[in-house]
């Protein structure tokens, strides 16, 4: 198993005779791990991209010819050109873009200071597009593909104590809806995903706690705060499931733009519809009267 920076081989032709190319960030662990095992699993090439290539291991040695770990920081805007710049030396083509790279952060917006939230900025949104504008050349090339953006529930309404998460992720959901207008000529489709609460280690090893705990902010954030820590290893949601579902979407000739996850996704979202709706309601002749006299309505 390769697991350094280069592909076993060189060439286009070189590499195993596949259906789909892969890259998908933050594949050691979570829900990168599950879908690289389920793309590995149809036949697929999988370039994992993650921190620590070594916890790869395993995947390697039952698919050597088709598993291409890569040391990828996303963090560090060289680093995804040189990953697609391996995979276009390798297999030719990229098809589909999986950006699952992230963590989260709890806290009040008063609480956290900037060197705490700065850095999910840099992971949860900068990472993404960076990795993003560097595969866009190769796939457009390749002739179409998908982009799987991975956002939250948190991503389409926010929550007590996930201001900052909220605004990395809300940040994810628009500059994707524009990227699937603007890639849309290219046969190039993108997939927003939101899960909802999974059993994975979200609310354990990727997420930290603002160090500062204010007393006003108790009853709000603090709640947040507790409540997170207290269910970590118990939210409801399957990532097998989650990702097979996913997998489905990927694969599908038209996929949704937006994929929700999980019960307590699709309920959040519904709810913050109705709240929309309710809102602009008593609202929306006065909205319509501020255009200039004789403007059309």
Known sequence: MTTQNQAPNSGPNSGPNTDKVWLITGASSGFGRILAE?????????????????????????????????????????????????????FGRLDVLVNNAGFGLIGAVEELEPHEYRPMF??????L?????????????????????????????????FGLYNASKFAVEGLSEALAEEVAPFGIKVIIVEPGAFCTAF???????????????????GATRDFSAANNGAQPGDPARGM???MQA??????????????????????????????????????????????PS
């Open 203 to 221: 609310l354990g090893r990727s997420i930290t706690a603002g160090a500062t705990r204010l007393a006003a902010y108790e009853p709000t954030s």
């Open 244 to 246: 097979a579902l996913l």
């Open 38 to 90: 389920l793309a590995l699993a149809r036949g697929d090439a999988v370039v994992a991209a993650a921190r620590n290539p070594d916890a790869l291991a395993d995947l390697g040695e039952r698919y050597p010819q088709h598993l291409m770990p890569f040391a990828l920081d996303v963090t560090d805007r060289h680093d995804p050109a040189a990953a697609v710049a391996a995979i276009e030396e390798r």
């Open 122 to 127: 840099e992971t949860n949104l900068f990472g």
């Open 129 to 161: 597009i960076e990795t993003t504008r560097a595969a866009l050349p190769l796939m457009r090339r390749s002739g179409g593909g998908r982009i799987v953006n991975l956002s939250s529930v948190g991503g389409f309404t926010g929550r007590q104590g």
């Open 250 to 295: 990927i694969l599908a000739e038209a996929p949704p733009l937006r994929l929700p996850l999980g019960r307590d996704a699709l309920a959040r979202i519904d709810r913050k519809l109705a709240m929309v709706a309710a809102d602009i309601a008593p609202w929306r002749s006065r909205s319509e009267a501020t255009a200039f006299d004789g403007s």
